[in-house]
T-cell receptor, first 114, second 113 residues
Framework: DAGVTQSPTHLIKTRGQQVTLRCSPKSGHDTVSWYQQALGQGPQFIFQ???????QRGNFPDRFSGHQFPNYSSELNVNALLLGDSALYLCASSLIGTNIDTQYFGPGTRLTVL | QKEVEQNSGPLSVPEGAIASLNCTYSDRGSQSFFWYRQYSGKSPELIMSIYSNGDKEDGRFTAQLNKASQYVSLLIRDSQPSDSATYLC?????????????FGSGTRLQVQP
């Protein structure tokens, strides 16, 4: 049973550049949520995708955008990178239901902005 | 007031002891709670979920929920050095439309051999 996968593992960018991170959900899951985790903090919710649409969004600027494909995989795009965007980016997958569903995290992508 | 709050620690316990990790939440509408373990440099791993008042046991782990006091705890019995990690408490947050998780900042646990 394949778990949540993310790519790349690590990424180094400079300020002002753009980055795309990728996520494949756990087999059987249809919902993907993205989180940003700064050092020493808990993960912060960025947005969630279901049925190829953004279902919910956290308190992040429009520089953060995403996409979900028909096979449920997802991308997170960040434009005009700032130093403060340096963080661990986590993808979590779940199966939609009537309440919050158990979320399983991928290994994460460590983004460093110089 | 943060939706989910934890003491950042570190909480240091000797090997074999019981580690008690605590979490409080502000949203009385929260119905489900999750504990994740995160090793340094790794992603969070789900270890327990709890939905009803009372205790839920899974191996060496026991989650306790008290909705009246808005309090969730995680007990780790017979603590091992391999339990040394940051433990994250999470609940469906109002700020996520209760569709995703709001996390506390985590409690770092150190188990001394």
């Amino acid at each position: 049973d394949a778990g949540v996968t993310q790519s790349p593992t690590h990424l180094i960018k400079t300020r002002g550049q753009q980055v795309t991170l990728r996520c494949s959900p756990k087999s059987g899951h249809d919902t993907v949520s993205w989180y940003q985790q700064a050092l020493g903090q808990g993960p912060q919710f960025i947005f969630q995708y279901y049925e190829e649409e953004e279902r919910q969004r956290g308190n992040f600027p429009d520089r953060f955008s995403g996409h979900q494909f028909p096979n449920y995989s997802s991308e997170l795009n960040v434009n005009a990178l700032l130093l403060g965007d340096s963080a661990l980016y986590l993808c979590a997958s779940s199966l939609i239901g009537t309440n919050i569903d158990t979320q399983y995290f991928g290994p994460g992508t460590r983004l460093t902005v110089l | 007031q943060k939706e989910v709050e934890q003491n950042s620690g570190p909480l240091s316990v000797p090997e074999g002891a019981i580690a008690s990790l605590n979490c409080t939440y502000s949203d009385r509408g929260s119905q489900s709670f999750f504990w994740y373990r995160q090793y340094s440099g790794k992603s969070p791993e789900l270890i327990m979920s709890i939905y009803s008042n009372g205790d839920k046991e899974d191996g060496r782990f026991t989650a306790q929920l008290n909705k009246a006091s808005q309090y969730v705890s995680l007990l780790i019995r017979d603590s091992q050095p391999s339990d040394s990690a940051t433990y994250l408490c999470a609940a469906p947050g109002v700020n996520t439309g209760r569709r995703a998780l709001t996390f506390g900042s985590g409690t770092r646990l150190q188990v001394q051999p």
